[in-house]
Structure formats: structure tokens, C-alpha cells
């Protein structure tokens, strides 16, 4: 989810082992994996490892402060005092998770600004789903029921990552993240059993929106998934994208049945045989539009947060100067004393 | 703070701080932005009788704020709970466990950051 | 209960109006702070100021149900803490002017503020609110000191909090000390408001509900005064500027915050949320 573009990119070069000491290295590190052992920051690592992982997990980090946008979106609008606040602690949850991603990928050898400079600069990116926009309330329900719902699914496998810093920061996020997606379901809920037909409408308006998008956060198919095959031999990926596309659908429309909603796929229908729900074509013409940047909101969310940074820097520098004049006062003093 | 008997002239804005002599970090890479606050791993106790459990890292100016952020961040500032913040490079590491899969024998740091090396002297002004 | 515009109207009393003030006060200046939501200098800062709001909104929300239940209506129904801030008129509010003042974002009509004014904000008001609430730990409302207990803890540290962002910019570089005195400039004509005393504040200390407002000056000047030290900023003079908010006489910034704050609820009568 957060290597849709990965997943297809061309191979990067591995660069050939040099030594007998790096083979035998790199032996006991895949022992390690197959045997379903943690790696940790100060373990021997393949660079390819390395990279793969720093990539994927900022650009993890970077969807959850992407995604805080389109939410921040009705925060000054939400249509009760408890709707308000559930949206505030949700977004600020984003925030926490995004901050603990960069934590974990500070682990492996990068730093924050040199992450957030990769974001505004295009090099990283962040899940396509954070480019549509929310054009109503009922957005805001419908990110919480197909949108959270979706990044849950690839969340908890996550959890057994074979890289430990992520997989504890996933542990974190999922136990954090229960009741966003319940919360969305809830919003929904009431506006289709409690609500006005206007209401009504609006939420199945969101619905025929945000469906197809949802389906796509999964990435390409697997068949075009060249890359996905590396990611799952290292455990860092564990479940195939077609798969728990496949795991989403199935769930999803038992739920949208509770609603009273209907998915915008006239192909979506049982099969038996297979015991999956089959689904129409998704338009992947549009996914590859979006990931390449010209999707409905691509540039205002990089705009966003490029602004945010920017206009933010005299208060990141003032308090590092701050701070260096109260070391500096600090260590006179002790010198004074001394 | 009581007022300060130095005489400390408002620094220029500049686009890199710099650290006072006495730390041992080294500068920061010049990049379009500005210096990067330190980095602190952040040590949580749920509740009486339990240990501190490291749950992360943050970024902060100094240690005041840094635990501040801590609970703001990592706790949701629940009560009854302890927070410790320690500069990430002043934490020395040994990682014993296994040898034949160890990054490097001679480093002591927590893991692999750039703020935790020390620059060529080309590229390092102080 | 609602009329055909869906406002609804208040008949308002003194002890009413009393636990309005603060209220309103509590959720104007959170929705202010909402606006950061995502927009943060850095996203430690994001995290801290939203959990800010949504202190806040807890206060409100404490505070206009006990309202509600309080208010009485010709012919009915007690409000509820959702009829409060989403159907009532603008001149049935009655927060200090200070909140709808911009914090981050630029309107059609007014220029936008900057974190300067935000941390400045926040400490003028934490420090206030702090001041109020540690006085009605002694109300003679049961219920109104019970929601002071809780409040207080997270005003001091609303205050702590600011008031470290407060020192951090004034000591900080050229560009944030000039800053925050524009900020102070545009901010300090409508802390006047928050130490008037009127027939309201007066009903209030007679019957022990709380204090009045001119009983905060001492404390809450004290405690700015040496944060301004230490930020290097200079107290700026008093003028004869009152705003008066808290009579439901506001600002032109309290229409667009309204209209955005209330568009929902108007725009869907009888919604279901």
C-alpha cells in the first residue's frame, strides 16, 4: 500500500557481494528471516534491505501526514461537538502514527528533514487515496469504513514485519487505530438509519466516490507486481496485493449491506465456486494518473504541506537558537562556578 | 532563569545552527532547510511497578521540551505515567546477541543516523 | 423548539450568560486552533495543539451542557450542548473578542496570523482561564466546580506549554522576537475585555457562583509580566479599546467562523449525526 509505485519500479542494482565475510553474512540474515526471526537496527543488513525498508516506511509515514489533510478538511465543520472532537483525536492519531513511522525509519540511517525533503521534492511518495478530496461530511464516514478499513487490512500483517522497529511501530499504530474505522461505520450508520433522505443521498454519493479509489490503495496487480515477489521473501511484505484486495472486498460488502448502501460496480456479485465476491475491472489508468501526480488533489496536498514546512522554518529556528543560547548560559554558569 | 550576567549578541539568522564547542555532534548537512532539531528516545512507565519500556523516538530542542512532546506524543498525557527523554546519541550501545550478525563491532550508537557521525572536514565548518 | 431559520433563541439570564462566557470562549478559541490541524510548524507541535482543542472542547462541552440545562426556553425543551454551538444566533454568543481573532488562516477580509500569535494567544488566555477556574473550584455550583477540578489541571499545563513557546520566540532569532511583539500589538487591546466588570460578573460574585472578571487582573498580570521578562517583550500600554464580545456584540471575524462552524446543522434540519 505504501510501495504502489515500488512494487513495478525497475529492480535497483544489487551490487555484487565483495567479500566471503558478506556472504557469510548474508547467509545467517536470510536463516534469520526464514526462520521467522526479528532483524533490528544493529544487525547486519543487505543495502537492498536497507533501502527498501527506508522507503516503504516513510513513504508510510508520509501518508499519515498527507492523510491528516483531507480530514483536517471538515474539522473546523464537523456537525456536532462529539463528532469534533472524535475527528480532532483521529487526525492527531495520523499524526502520532506518522511520527512514530519516522521514528522507526530514523533507524535504518535516515533523518526527518532528510525524509520530509524527499516528500516536497516529489522523490517519496505517499498513498494515492490522500489525492481525492472530501466534498461532504459523509467523506469523512466513509474514510473512517473503506479507507481506514483498507490500510487496517495491510496494518496487521505488518505487525510480524521482519524488520522489529517497524513491527513495534505497527503493533502501536494498530492498537491506536481500532476505533477510527468504527467510528467512521458509526458516522454512517446514523446519518442512513436516523438521517433525512438528504442525508442519505450525500452518504451514497460519498460511497460511489470513494469505492474504486479504496480498491486501488491495494496497488497494481500482483502479475504487475514484479517487486512484491523481494518485499515477501524478506518479510517485510506478507499478504499479496490481489489478496487482500480480494479480504477487503469480501468484508466490505457485508458491511455496506448493514448500511444500506451500494458499491458503484454492476460485476459485483457472489461466486460460489470461488468463495469470494468477483468485482468489476478498476480502472487502472486512473491509479497510474494518480500515483504520477495528477490526480484531483495531488498538488494542493504537496502545496500543504510544502507551505506548512516552509512557513514553519523561523519557528524551528528560533527555538534551536533558543536552545543554544540556554546551553551556552548553562555552561558559563557552570564555568563561573567551577 | 535569572537574568544572565554574558553578554550573548543575537546570532544572525543563519540557514545551519551551530552546536556549542563542548558537545561532541557534529553539524548537521547543510540542507535548503534548517538545521534539524536533536533526535531523543523516549522511555515510557504505563503505571507504578512496571519498568520504562522505549516506545520511539522524537524531536525536540532540549530536554524540556522534549519530554513535554514525549507526553503530548506518547502518552496522551495520561496521568501516573513517567517519561524519561534522552538524546539519542548520548545512549551507548552494545548489541552482544549475535556476533556473526553484527553491523559493526567498534560502533556504540543506538542504530545508523547521520547526525550521529562525525563529518569529513571538508564538508564540516565548526 | 427551533424556528423556522433553525436558531434557536435564548432567554438569557446572568448565571446563564456567566457560563456562557466561558464556554463560548473554550470553543471559539478551540475551532481557532483546529485550523492547525495538519498545518503545524513541526509535528510534535500538531499533536500538542490539537490535544489543546480538544481539552478545550471538553470544557465547552461541560460547560453548555450544565447551560442547557439551565436555559429555559418559552414553551419548552432544555438545549442541548449540539443546539448551543450550532443554532444559536451570533449575538447569543458571548466569548471574548480575543478567539475569533485569525490565528493561521487568511479570510476574503482580514489577514491571517501566524504561530506567534497562536503561542502568544494561548498563554494570554490559558493564563486566564487558569485564573478563573482556580476560583470556581469554590462556586457555589456543585457541578460548575467539579468541571473546574479537571479544567484547572489542563490550563496550567496549557499555560506551561505556551508560555515556554512564548520564551522560545522571544529569545529566539531577530525574526521571531519581531513577530511576536506584532503579535502582542494586535493582541493585547483585547485582553482589556477579559477584566471588565459588569451587571453579569457582579450577579456572579454576589451569589458565590464565581468570581468577577476584574478579580483575575492582579494574578494574571503577575504571571505575564515575568513570562515577558524572560521573552524580552515589553508590556505595551493600556489604551481605552474594550471589545465587547462577551456582551454578544462581536467582531466581523465571528460571522465567517459561524457560518463555517455552524453549516451543517443548518444546512440539514433534523439531520441525524
Redesign the interface.
Not at chain 3, 510548524?41 to 499533536?47: A, F, G, S
Not at chain 3, 433534523?270 to 449525526?273: I, K, L, P, R, Y
Given at each position: 500500500m505504501y510501495t504502489q509505485a515500488m512494487d513495478t519500479a525497475p529492480k535497483e542494482e544489487r551490487r555484487a557481494v565483495r567479500s566471503a565475510e558478506e556472504a557469510v553474512l548474508e547467509q545467517r540474515f536470510d536463516e534469520r528471516i526464514d526462520a521467522g526471526g526479528s532483524i533490528e537496527a544493529k544487525d547486519w543488513m543487505p543495502e537492498h534491505y536497507r533501502k527498501t525498508l527506508v522507503r516503504q516506511i516513510s513513504q508510510h509515514a508520509h501518508s499519515e501526514i498527507v492523510g491528516m489533510l483531507p480530514e483536517g478538511n471538515w474539522a473546523t465543520r464537523a456537525p456536532t461537538l462529539k463528532r469534533k472532537a472524535i475527528l480532532l483525536a483521529k487526525i492527531q492519531d495520523e499524526g502520532g502514527h506518522g511520527l512514530y513511522l519516522y521514528a522507526a525509519a530514523e533507524t535504518l540511517g535516515t533523518s526527518r528533514d532528510q525524509m520530509i525533503d524527499a516528500l516536497h521534492s516529489g522523490k517519496a511518495k505517499y498513498s494515492s487515496i490522500f489525492n481525492y478530496p472530501t466534498l461532504s461530511w459523509a467523506d469523512i464516514g466513509v474514510i473512517g469504513w473503506l479507507v481506514d478499513g483498507a490500510a487496517i487490512m495491510n496494518q496487521v500483517p505488518l505487525t510480524r514485519c521482519s524488520y522489529a522497529p517497524y513491527a513495534r511501530a505497527m503493533v502501536r499504530i494498530c492498537r491506536e487505530e481500532s476505533f477510527h474505522q468504527r467510528q467512521g461505520f458509526d458516522a454512517l450508520l446514523v446519518m442512513m438509519r436516523d438521517g433525512t433522505e438528504a442525508q442519505r443521498a450525500v452518504v451514497q454519493d460519498a460511497v460511489n466516490r470513494w469505492w474504486w479509489p479504496s480498491l486501488m490503495m491495494f496497488g497494481p496487480p500482483d502479475s504487475e507486481s514484479p517487486n512484491s515477489a523481494q518485499s515477501m521473501r524478506w518479510g517485510i511484505k506478507r499478504i499479496s496485493n490481489d489478496d487482500l484486495r480480494q479480504k477487503f472486498v469480501d468484508a466490505t460488502v457485508l458491511q455496506a449491506r448493514v448500511l444500506g448502501v451500494t458499491m458503484p460496480d454492476p460485476l459485483l456479485r457472489w461466486n460460489e465456486e470461488r468463495g469470494h465476491h468477483d468485482f468489476g475491472p478498476i480502472d487502472w489508468a486512473e491509479f497510474w494518473r494518480v500515483v504520477g501526480g495528477h490526480g484531483p488533489c495531488n498538488r494542493e496536498r504537496l502545496a500543504a504541506r510544502v507551505r506548512a514546512w516552509d512557513e514553519g522554518a523561523w519557528v524551528r529556528d528560533a527555538a534551536t537558537a533558543f536552545a543554544r543560547k540556554q546551553a551556552m548560559k548553562e555552561q558559563s554558569m557552570k564555568e563561573q562556578a567551577a | 532563569m535569572n537574568s544572565s550576567t554574558i553578554s550573548t549578541e543575537l546570532p544572525k539568522t543563519e540557514t545551519t545552527a551551530e552546536w556549542p564547542k563542548t558537545e561532541t555532534t557534529a553539524e548537521w548537512p547543510k540542507t535548503e532547510t534548517t538545521a534539524e532539531w536533536p533526535l531523543w528516545e523516549v522511555f515510557v512507565r504505563a503505571k507504578a511497578g512496571l519498568d520504562h519500556k522505549h516506545c520511539g523516538s522524537l524531536h525536540a530542542t532540549d530536554a524540556r521540551m522534549a519530554v513535554q512532546l514525549a507526553r503530548e506524543v506518547y502518552t496522551r498525557r495520561q496521568e501516573g505515567v513517567s517519561v524519561w527523554v534522552v538524546k539519542s546519541i548520548d545512549i551507548t550501545a552494545s548489541d552482544p546477541g549475535d556476533k556473526d550478525m553484527y553491523f559493526d563491532p567498534m560502533e556504540d550508537k543506538v542504530y545508523r543516523h547521520p547526525g550521529f557521525y562525525e563529518l569529513p572536514d571538508s564538508v564540516n565548518h565548526m | 423548539m427551533t424556528s423556522a431559520s433553525g436558531s434557536i433563541h435564548l432567554e438569557v439570564t446572568p448565571p446563564l450568560q456567566y457560563r456562557l462566557r466561558i464556554a463560548d470562549t473554550c470553543l471559539i478559541h478551540a475551532?481557532r486552533l483546529?485550523?492547525w490541524?495538519?498545518?503545524?510548524?513541526?509535528?510534535?507541535?500538531?499533536?500538542?495543539l490539537?490535544?489543546m482543542?480538544?481539552d478545550l472542547?471538553?470544557q465547552?462541552?461541560a460547560l453548555?451542557t450544565q447551560a442547557g440545562s439551565l436555559a429555559g426556553q418559552p414553551g419548552g425543551e432544555k438545549p442541548s450542548?449540539?443546539e448551543l454551538?450550532?443554532l444559536r444566533d451570533e449575538r447569543q454568543f458571548f466569548n471574548l473578542t480575543l478567539v475569533e481573532l485569525p490565528l493561521r488562516k487568511a479570510s476574503v477580509h482580514a489577514p491571517g496570523g501566524?504561530?506567534a500569535d497562536t503561542v502568544l494567544r494561548n498563554f494570554l488566555l490559558a493564563g486566564w482561564l487558569k485564573a478563573l477556574w482556580s476560583r470556581l473550584l469554590s462556586s457555589n455550583d456543585e457541578e460548575l466546580a467539579a468541571i473546574a477540578g479537571k479544567a484547572l489541571k489542563e490550563a496550567r499545563?496549557h499555560q506551561?506549554?505556551a508560555a515556554?513557546w512564548v520564551?522560545?520566540?522571544g529569545?529566539?532569532?531577530?525574526?521571531?522576537?519581531a513577530?511576536l511583539r506584532a503579535a502582542l500589538e494586535r493582541a493585547w487591546p483585547y485582553t482589556a475585555e477579559m477584566f471588565q466588570r459588569d451587571e453579569v460578573d457582579a450577579h456572579a460574585e454576589a451569589a458565590g457562583l464565581g468570581p468577577a472578571r476584574d478579580a483575575l487582573r492582579a494574578e494574571w498580570q503577575i504571571e505575564v509580566a515575568a513570562v515577558f521578562a524572560?521573552a524580552r517583550l515589553d508590556l505595551p500600554a493600556d489604551t481605552p479599546f474594550i471589545s465587547t464580545g462577551t456582551r454578544g456584540v462581536h467582531s466581523e471575524h465571528m460571522g465567517f467562523i459561524l457560518a463555517?462552524?455552524q453549516?451543517?446543522?443548518r444546512s440539514?434540519p433534523?439531520?441525524?449525526?
Open positions: - | - | 475551532q483546529a485550523e490541524c495538519g498545518h503545524g510548524p513541526v509535528l510534535e507541535e500538531d499533536i500538542a490539537t490535544n482543542a480538544l472542547i471538553g465547552a462541552r453548555l450542548e449540539d454551538a450550532f501566524d504561530f499545563y506551561r506549554h515556554d520564551m522560545r520566540l529569545d529566539g532569532t531577530g525574526e521571531s522576537a513577530r524572560e463555517e462552524m453549516v451543517l446543522q440539514y433534523g439531520g441525524a449525526w
